[in-house]
């Protein structure tokens, strides 16, 4: 679980970036790609530091606004792995929590726990640089 973060933006804004083109960017994510995969869910691609070696991940992403996002990595390291960030309304800011269960056959427990903490500490921060732009 990684609780306690808050955008400095409402809800509505948070949306706004979500959905919008261009302006979502993350520097983190390199070779980003994203297809629609049915309706309400995409199919995410990427490749990202992990330890000090950039790796592939595909993520499916099913939004589910206002509230929050479900996220299951299908490739990679921790393929199997499952996530949902949720938001909490602040007037003018977003609380986000992100619970999941995050698994690996090729990391520890700790290298794990040090990989998904270090990778939503490096997205918050992209979007809240983003929310700047919005």
């Known amino acids: 679980m990684d609780e306690g973060s808050t955008f400095k933006a409402p809800l509505d804004k948070i949306w706004k970036l979500n959905a919008s083109e261009g302006q979502h960017n993350h520097p983190s994510l390199k070779n980003y790609k994203s297809e629609h995969s049915g309706e309400d869910t995409m199919i995410l691609s990427y490749d990202v530091d992990m330890g000090g070696k950039l790796t592939t991940v595909r993520t499916r992403l099913t939004p589910m606004p206002p509230l929050g996002a479900l996220f299951e990595i ?9 996530s949902l960030q949720y938001y909490l309304p ?7 929590t992100v619970v999941g269960e ?16 270090g990778f939503l500490q490096t997205v918050f921060d992209e979007d809240q640089a983003n929310l700047t732009r919005i």
Do not use: H, N
């Open 90 to 96: 602040k007037g003018k800011e977003t609380g986000v």
């Open 74 to 82: 299908l490739d990679g390291p921790l393929a199997g792995s499952k």
């Open 102 to 117: 995050w698994k690996s056959s090729v990391m520890s427990d700790d290298q794990v726990k040090k990989a998904v903490m």
